[in-house]
């Protein structure tokens, strides 16, 4: 049973903390002062790019594109599970001729090993609606 479920900041597991980066992925698990005894869940809008996105992509809310619930007619929202933190080059920056990394949160999704790489995939933190600790 939840002892408590808390809205907090994004910024808060984004923050710089413990915890080695893999080599090239740039990816890591929750720091384990924001980890021990809690569960990260996040809350997002849904898009269509979503349902075609390819192992190791980063879902981006598309706002031109958003995924409508045919029942209700509201844009489609969806929970789950954040198990990582991390950062992935977008691009370069002309000017320094130096990579560009972009903040991501790594999930675990309820749709299993259909989903990403084995029911893992990675969220821009921009997209990323409401973080809330459940606190077990």
Request: hydrophobic residues 35%; contains cysteine.
């Amino acid at each position: 049973m939840w002892e408590t479920l808390t809205r907090v900041p994004v910024a808060l597991i984004l923050s710089e903390g413990e915890g080695e980066c893999k080599q090239g992925d740039h990816t890591r698990d929750i720091p384990s002062g924001r980890r021990k005894h809690n569960a990260w869940l996040a809350i997002f809008r849904l898009s269509y790019n979503y349902f075609y996105l390819k192992p190791g992509e980063v879902y981006m809310y598309d706002e031109t594109k958003p995924f409508i619930h045919p029942k209700s007619n509201l844009a489609a929202t969806h929970a789950l599970m954040m198990i990582g933190i991390g950062k992935k080059q977008s691009k370069w920056n002309e000017k320094t001729k130096l990579p560009v990394f972009r903040r991501h949160m790594v999930m675990q999704n309820s749709e299993g090993k259909r989903f990403g790489m084995d029911g893992i995939g990675r969220i821009s933190k921009n997209s990323v609606r409401g973080l809330y600790r459940i606190q077990v």
